[in-house]
């Protein structure tokens, strides 16, 4: 028997797709900054998806969440991009220092994916996060913090968890502290302005004044045992710890001394770069994807 299908039906299928069509919800807001918006694309499926988190790069201070899902699409992964507060609009608003912005904000719209798991079959349990530069150490700082949820909070967002299931980046930053990244590279100039310096001399000379920013901010301070498995990718020169690479600020020298930190430590780590490949992952996406379909 031929099912028929009402006038309504056929207006709303023109409106929004059929009920099992994939969405893709495009400039959701997940605060009230009009840089607090994500792109959601659903991957088809009868039951949960696990789902990709990905932070842009861009110094946290320009870039863009548009990105290209398909390929986790085609393997049963839902993708989410996000924008968040730029430094200068932290700087704006007051807030000190001004990467609290960016970083709280990428913990914020986890949360709110999360609290979207029934609506956007989701499974909040497997998600794994992703980006470059900037947004590659924004999901190592989530992957690494103590969780963020407030059980108590009158908020059912803030309650949500912020940990990850893992996280896979490319070029990350993995630590904000001056005097550190001096001791790895005698050339590192970058990071001041996560703080609201002018340069990366006055980050230095008022290093003791923010200490406290840079344990709570730069992800390698928040490593412990229970952190989930990471990947990090690197291009570039080969990583020397001690030289002068020519583009410190994407180094593989950071991640060579965040691998020691988390193989010390007894956290799961593939490190990639032009020195070292890797059997099964040339790339972030095939980690993400091995490592959420298992």
């Known amino acids: 028997m031929k099912r028929v299908l009402s006038l309504t039906a056929l207006l709303l299928i023109a409106l929004h797709g059929r009920a099992d069509e994939p969405k893709k919800l495009i400039g959701v807001a997940y605060g009230s900054h009009p840089r607090q918006v994500l792109d959601f694309y659903q991957a088809k499926s009868d039951k949960p998806t696990p789902v990709v988190l990905y932070i842009h790069g ?23 991009a996000i924008n968040y507060r730029y430094v200068q609009n932290a700087v ?22 999360r609290s979207k798991a029934g609506e956007w079959n989701l499974d909040k349990k497997r998600i794994g996060a992703t980006g470059g530069s900037a947004g590659a150490c924004s999901s190592l700082w989530l992957a690494f913090h103590d969780d963020l949820a407030d059980p108590k909070s009158t908020d059912p967002i803030a309650r949500e968890s912020t940990r990850l299931f893992c996280a896979a980046v490319n070029g990350a930053q993995v630590s904000l502290d001056p005097k550190e990244l001096r001791e790895w590279m005698p ?24 200490l406290k920013w840079i344990k709570e901010y730069s992800p390698i301070e928040h490593v412990t045992k229970d952190d989930p498995p990471i990947a990090l990718f690197y291009t ?35 490190l990639v770069h032009p020195e070292r490949t890797h059997p099964m992952y040339k790339n972030s996406t095939e980690y993400l994807i091995d490592r959420l379909l298992k």
């Open 58 to 80: 861009g110094g946290w201070r320009n870039g863009d969440k548009k990105t290209n899902p398909q390929a986790f699409l085609d393997k049963g992964i839902s993708v989410v």
């Open 92 to 113: 704006e608003d007051k807030i000190e220092p001004p990467v609290k912005a960016p970083l709280e904000d990428a913990a914020r719209a986890l949360q709110f994916i």
């Open 236 to 270: 570039g020169e080969k990583p020397v710890v001690g030289a002068s690479p020519k583009d410190p600020t994407h180094s593989g020298i950071m991640g060579v001394k965040l691998e020691e930190k988390l193989k010390a430590t007894g956290v799961e780590v593939i």
């Open 187 to 210: 050339n590192y100039g970058y990071g001041a302005h996560a703080f609201g310096l002018k340069n990366f001399q006055e980050l230095i000379d008022n290093r003791e004044k923010v």
